[in-house]
């Protein structure tokens, strides 16, 4: 059985020779990006898919965010398009290692990303486009990112939202800075958390009903917290004082945990964590799960993600029809492709 790893991490050699002109020497996340050499070299990748039968990848860029260090406007764009253009040209050729790719898009942009994201699905084939949990600290429902969610609608495609957390959020208010990689290990996991939080309250999926969001990492900590979800949150509202949460919350069109069980997608990208994948299997529907390893990010460089996701869910209990939802089908159900060949 085919199984196609539905979020995974490169990038394109001129935007990495781009990339390391402009910002080589950012820090925190961009130490990790530069040194990993499963990231920007295509036969070490190749290398790592072909130590698995029937498996292959699908592509995005990792970080650092590009409006986090380009140095204005045009060169955001810029950068952009050298990504997508890139993966595009890239999946072209590797069709059989990389069946498809996923747009970058920069919230900032003056469009709020729509032309790029217009382009690089219609044109280039991007399967959806990659967003992230905030744009450069702000939220991701402000008001002048809404054609950007109106459009992914109309257009039908998925929307991947990947974590982005520095050092530079601390843990504490006394403190200026995260320690001990806290920003990384439960701060990515609390971002997808709250950008999906914001996307529910803001009502942004009551407008836009149709939008296929995916989540990284199984939702980072919401499946865990579904009773705070739940019962908790059916009583927004009764814990503050200076705001009207109790209105807003008899106006939505669901419960608060009906939206994140029923309104987002979700992959099972969790570092060999097998506690993680059953608590996620039993928080969404089959039909919202998508295989995937967050390769290359581990330890090993970029063979271990991959070796112990496929490990976990072979050994898990699943029925076939479940197997190949989770593996493939969900994927090509949302993005509208065929990407198992018969």
């Not at 650092?64 to 810029?78: C, G, L, N, R």
């Not at 496929?310 to 509208?336: P, V």
Request: a neutral charge; aromatic letters at 12%.
């Amino acid at each position: 059985m085919m199984r196609i790893d539905a979020y995974t991490h490169f990038i394109p050699k001129r935007f990495f020779d781009k990339m390391m002109d402009v910002a080589g020497d950012y820090r925190d996340i961009g130490k990790r990006v530069r040194s990993m050499r499963a990231l920007h070299d295509l036969d070490y990748r190749k290398n790592i898919i072909d130590g698995h039968k029937d498996y292959a990848q699908i592509l995005s860029y990792p970080q650092p965010t590009i409006e986090s260090f380009a140095k204005s406007p045009a060169q955001i764009d810029e950068l952009i398009r050298l990504i997508n253009d890139g993966f595009a040209e890239l999946c072209a050729k590797e069709s059989d290692h990389f069946p498809g790719w996923v747009a970058q898009i920069c919230l900032d942009a003056a469009d709020a990303g729509v032309a790029e994201a217009e382009r690089a699905i219609k044109q280039l084939g991007a399967l959806g486009v990659q967003i992230y949990t905030n744009v450069a600290g702000k939220p991701i429902d402000l008001p002048q990112y809404r054609p950007f969610w109106k459009k992914m609608e109309e257009l039908g495609k998925p929307i991947w939202i990947h974590p982005a957390r520095g050092a530079n959020m601390p843990d504490y208010l006394s403190e200026k800075k995260s320690l001990y990689e806290i920003w990384w290990t439960f701060g990515w996991s609390y971002e997808t958390a709250v950008a999906m939080s914001r996307l529910v309250f803001s009502k942004i999926l009551d407008e836009h009903p149709d939008l296929k969001i995916i989540t990284h990492h199984f939702g980072g900590i919401v499946p865990m917290l579904e009773g705070r979800i739940g019962p908790g949150w059916d009583v927004l509202g009764e814990r503050t004082s200076d705001e009207d949460y109790v209105s807003l919350r008899k106006s939505l069109k669901k419960r608060p945990l009906d939206y994140f069980k029923q309104n987002f997608y979700t992959d099972t990208a969790v570092f060999g964590g097998v506690a993680a994948t059953k608590c996620g299997l039993e928080f969404y529907p089959r039909n919202k799960v998508l295989f995937a390893s967050d390769c290359p990010f581990d330890p090993e460089g970029g063979s271990m993600y991959p070796r112990v996701t496929l490990d976990i869910f072979e050994s898990l209990d699943l029925s076939k029809t479940d197997r190949e939802m989770i593996y493939y089908k969900n994927l090509e159900a949302i993005t509208g492709r065929k990407l198992v060949k018969s």
